[in-house]
């Protein structure tokens, strides 16, 4: 399916070394502020009281939001879960307060607006587990890396794993530079979307590595960059289709999701733009600049008399 069909190839790589010169420049800056600033960890990783409450009618989680809010709390993470009328309120740790002192609080100031209101359960979660979840968050994206690496290479060849593992580390470190400059709070559900995005990112990779073999396969007298150009421009109208139906997706949810889902919409939202762009001058050029050639992924004719020279797929096996 195209919405349209492009007759001439766009030089993409004939301007490779500016956009990657942008790109490193934006990385630089990613990691400058990850050191500089650090992230903005939420109660799952730093610790803290966490209350589940019960009402007798659907709760209104705006409501109760502002209401926690306005006794000083920060970074306070209101969301229902199992019904409509259980409420999961994680509160930041405090110097000084306890966890039963914070709870009391925040009966106090629930009951007031609805004297129903229950406590189901309350217990303070330590900053030990906040930093075991922390490293097991950092050991999922290692084994994310480390598989998509290994994939690409036995469908592919070496290079286009190195070009498609940098590009989509690229997308990764600067989702976290943008959050690390904003200070927006980084939750597992972020961490979640961060996951979500280097698979989304290799998909795009893998769509254009598939191209450029079968236009190695096909056009014997193109060099390596318009054997890259024409395989991208020939899929820009399904990258424009796929992603552009997965953005209107991913902008409702960062739009009307509310707060339970804003972080992890906008962390998508950055992944999928900047993954659009690292699939076609990142991970693109850094392969062309490795050296990839038709020899990486067809292998020479046999010679064999049954051959049909006007195949463009004879003698062509990976």
């Known amino acids: 399916m195209e919405f349209f069909k492009i007759r001439k190839d766009i030089p993409f790589?004939?301007?490779?070394?500016?956009?990657?010169?942008?790109?490193?420049?934006?990385?630089?800056?990613?990691?400058?502020?990850?050191?500089?600033?650090?992230?903005?960890?939420s109660?799952?990783?730093?610790?803290?009281?966490?209350?589940?409450?019960?009402?007798?009618?659907?709760?209104?989680?705006?409501?109760?939001?502002?209401?926690?809010?306005?006794?000083?709390?920060?970074?306070?993470?209101?969301?229902?879960?199992?019904?409509?009328?259980?409420?999961?309120?994680?509160?930041?740790?405090?110097?000084?307060?306890?966890?039963?002192?914070?709870?009391?609080?925040?009966?106090?100031?629930?009951?007031?607006g609805d004297p129903q209101v229950v406590l189901r359960r309350t217990e303070f979660v330590g900053p030990q587990v906040g930093e075991e979840l922390a490293q097991d968050g950092l050991k999922a994206l290692a084994m994310v890396v480390v598989g998509i690496m290994i994939y690409l290479a036995f469908r592919f060849e070496w290079k286009y794993a190195v070009a498609a593992i940098i590009a989509n580390l690229h997308d990764v470190i600067i989702i976290l530079g943008f959050f690390a400059f904003f200070q927006w709070e980084f939750s597992l559900s972020v961490?979640?979307?961060?996951?979500?995005v280097l698979g989304y990112s290799v998909n795009e990779s893998v769509v254009i590595f598939d191209r450029i073999r079968e236009n190695?396969?096909?056009?014997?007298?193109?060099?390596?960059?318009?054997?890259?150009?024409?395989?991208?421009?020939?899929t820009i109208s399904r990258t424009i289709i796929t992603h552009g139906s997965t953005q209107i997706m991913?902008?409702?949810m960062l739009l009307f999701g509310g707060p339970t889902l804003f972080y992890f919409a906008l962390a998508l939202t950055i992944g999928i733009l900047f993954g659009i762009?690292?699939?076609?001058?990142?991970?693109?050029?850094i392969a062309m600049w490795l050296g990839i050639k038709r020899e990486d992924l067809v292998k020479p004719s046999s010679g064999k008399k049954d051959e049909n020279p006007n195949d463009p797929n004879a003698g062509a096996t990976v």
């Open 277 to 285: 762009y690292s699939s076609v001058f990142v991970a693109a050029a």
């Open 191 to 196: 961490l979640a979307a961060v996951l979500a």
């Open 216 to 234: 190695f396969r096909r056009y014997r007298k193109m060099d390596t960059e318009q054997i890259i150009d024409n395989a991208i421009t020939s």
């Open 43 to 112: 109660v799952e990783f730093t610790g803290g009281t966490v209350m589940e409450v019960s009402y007798s009618q659907p709760a209104d989680v705006e409501k109760i939001r502002g209401t926690v809010a306005g006794l000083g709390f920060t970074d306070v993470q209101v969301q229902n879960f199992g019904t409509a009328r259980d409420v999961m309120i994680r509160l930041p740790a405090q110097k000084g307060v306890t966890t039963a002192q914070q709870s009391d609080k925040v009966m106090t100031a629930l009951k007031a």
């Open 13 to 41: 790589m004939r301007h490779a070394l500016i956009f990657n010169v942008i790109s490193f420049a934006t990385f630089a800056l990613a990691v400058f502020f990850l050191f500089s600033r650090g992230l903005h960890l």
């Open 250 to 252: 991913v902008l409702s």
